[in-house]
């Protein structure tokens, strides 16, 4: 299983950036995925997670701002992140658990500037 991440870039705060994170390889469906990130210094965090297309769960940081979807194409995650603040700045990694392994994306830069 191979995750690309794609998106990011810089943005002000209170604006929005788009990610998203295509799953390929030897797969059926994946049902699972979650957006991660770690900023400079500190831990990777868990920030939204996305099962069976529908059932959507957020860190209590972004709640209310960012939005995990899926879209038309398969097994491909998606990650709106509006009213962006500067702590949101970090790397954004996406990640599925598919037949108990771990998979992560490469990693993409958000930057918020204050």
């Known amino acids: 299983v191979q995750l690309q991440a794609s998106g990011g870039g810089l943005a002000q705060a209170g604006g929005s950036l788009g990610l998203s994170c295509a799953a390929s390889?030897?797969?059926?469906?994946?049902?699972?995925m979650d957006w991660y990130r770690q900023a400079p210094g500190k831990l990777r965090e868990w920030v939204a997670s996305?099962?069976?297309?529908?059932?959507?769960n957020y860190a209590d940081s972004v709640k209310g701002r960012f939005t995990i979807s899926t879209g038309n194409v398969q097994n491909t995650v998606y990650l709106q992140m509006n009213s962006l603040k500067p702590e949101d700045t970090a790397v954004y990694y996406c990640?599925?658990?598919?037949?108990?392994?771990?998979?992560w994306g490469q990693g993409t830069l958000v930057t918020v500037s204050s």
């Open positions: 990640h599925t658990n598919y037949f108990r392994h771990d998979y």
């Open positions: 390889g030897n797969i059926l469906t994946i049902k699972n």
């Open positions: 996305i099962a069976g297309d529908t059932v959507t």
